[in-house]
């Protein structure tokens, strides 16, 4: 679950200074290397990014190994950019990228990552293509190479308003998001070997996905899914896919397929592309609650993974409303940096490193009720000598008013942890945390958090979290 929210928040990244419908543009990419320092020979590149009218952007993104036989090395991380028009249809972009992560042995350091690239591009209108230029260097590793880069860029229309507006709500006939959906998946692998020569034994995954649709009859999703018990602590992966549907309410069939990356716990994925297809069955159980059955196989493009896929969902549904009078959800996103006060039993024995890292966070947080919310964070380290150790949670918050610039929350927490020599018990864990909102403007908040995360397990990790960073209220339509 390593970037389950992670993913999740690139779908609905929204920084705004004023409440309006932010303009939000989703980029693939991938890196080739010219050079051959590591397992990694390429990178796959996802990013959600937050455009102005001047041509600036910023956001979030993940990459991820795709080529070569790095599969299970991710990275977060912020990207900030401009694009400059040289004619009516011709442009050129460049960004930075800044983020930390790491996985599949290959970073033995901090994991701090930076990419700059440039490239050059074409805009069909609905879409933009680019080719350029990248120079990837990630700290305690031995990637440090320029690269030859290709981007795909569609500008989403999603029915989200920046900050908590109370009126003024219409629909346009845009993407609508349609539910975020917790998932408890079981892989059964079909005679894999391990990196280490080692059987591939059942794996059991936490995770969840975020569906779009225009329609009653497909949606798109993006999934993602972490390991919490069985064999290959570590391993976590993520899907963009598309799903058919069939039937009325309240039962509906569907059949799906997507694409992705995945990796670690010494898990054989090669490069780390992989493919997978399901079909099964939902019901609605009340008007917002779906439970789900299905079935279905993931298999790696180049290596030694092929596993069966038995999942149970449990979806929170949206779209009650109309054109007149359009069904409102509250959301919130933060990201920042979170530091670990680390000490006994934090990394495992024999160990040289007793550094306390520093983690990127991204939090993803849905209201349920007007101080009731569902959160998911995504934790990646950026320093402390423990590239690839990442953390994802899932978990409630409550939320209160305290006057009219500040807020006081507080978050019950479960999720898993691996990666990077730490003491992660199989990767189950569990944690809390308080923090305190102040008012920027109607759609920033500055946010201040303290907390714990440890194994259920004893004699695990258990350190103590110190969060500061932005929070950004949004509200979609249904």
């Known amino acids: 679950m390593k970037h389950l929210f992670g993913a999740m928040a690139l779908s609905l990244w929204a920084v ?30 996802m990013s959600i990014l937050k455009t102005t009218p001047q041509g600036y952007y910023g956001g979030a993104s993940i990459f991820s190994a795709a080529l070569g036989n790095g599969g299970g090395f991710f990275v977060g991380g912020w990207e900030i950019g401009k694009r400059t028009a040289i004619t009516d249809n011709l442009f050129w972009d460049a960004s930075l990228f800044v983020g930390g992560g790491g996985g599949a042995n290959q970073v033995t350091g901090d994991g701090l990552m930076l990419r700059p690239q440039v490239h050059f591009g074409y805009d069909f209108g609905d879409f933009r293509i680019g080719a350029g230029g990248s120079f990837t260097s990630v700290s305690g590793s031995g990637v440090s190479s320029p690269a030859f880069a290709l981007t795909f860029t569609k500008p989403l229309n999603l029915e989200l308003i920046s900050g908590h507006p109370t009126s003024g709500f219409t629909l346009r006939g845009a993407t609508q998001i349609t539910s975020i959906t917790p998932t408890f998946r079981t892989y059964l692998p079909i005679n894999n070997k391990k990196r280490g020569g080692a059987e591939l034994q059942t794996m059991e995954l936490m995770g969840a996905e975020l569906t779009f649709a225009k329609s009653n009859n497909s949606e798109l999703f993006i999934q993602a899914s972490g390991v919490v018990g069985g064999d290959a602590e570590g391993y976590a992966d993520w899907v963009l896919g598309k799903r058919f549907l069939w039937g009325t309410a309240p039962l509906t069939f569907y059949a799906d397929i997507g694409a992705g990356v995945g990796g670690g716990g010494a898990v054989d994925t090669g490069g780390g592309l992989i493919a997978a297809a399901n079909a099964g069955a939902r019901i609605k159980v009340l008007k917002r609650f779906d439970l789900a059955l299905g079935f279905g196989i993931i298999s790696s493009i180049n290596g030694d993974f092929t596993v069966l896929t038995p999942t149970a969902k449990a979806s929170l549904s949206f779209g009650a409303g109309n054109a007149e009078t359009p069904e409102t959800v509250r959301w919130q996103i ?7 006060l680390t000490g006994q039993n934090f990394r495992k024995a024999g160990a040289t490193s007793s550094a306390s890292p520093a983690m990127i966070n991204v939090d993803i947080d849905v209201f349920l009720r007007d101080n009731l919310y569902l959160t998911g964070q ?3 380290a950026l320093s402390g000598n423990a590239g690839g150790f990442q953390m994802g949670l899932v978990g409630f918050g409550y939320t209160r008013t305290i006057s ?5 929350s507080g978050e019950l927490l479960l999720g898993s942890a691996a990666g990077a020599g730490v003491n992660a018990k199989g990767g189950l864990v569990a944690g809390y945390k308080v923090e305190v909102d102040y008012r920027l403007s109607d759609t920033t908040r500055l946010t201040l958090g303290v907390g714990q995360v440890r194994t259920l397990q004893s004699g695990g990790l258990r350190p103590a979290m110190v969060n500061l960073g932005l929070k950004f209220p949004i509200t979609t339509l249904h």
């Open 16 to 45: 705004s200074a004023a409440a309006e419908r932010p303009s939000l543009e989703f980029r693939l990419g991938l890196d080739y290397f010219t050079l051959d320092q590591s397992d990694i020979r390429g990178l796959n590149g």
């Open 334 to 340: 933060s990201s920042g940096l979170t530091q670990l």
């Open 404 to 408: 009219d610039n500040f807020w006081l």
């Open 378 to 380: 995504a934790f990646t």
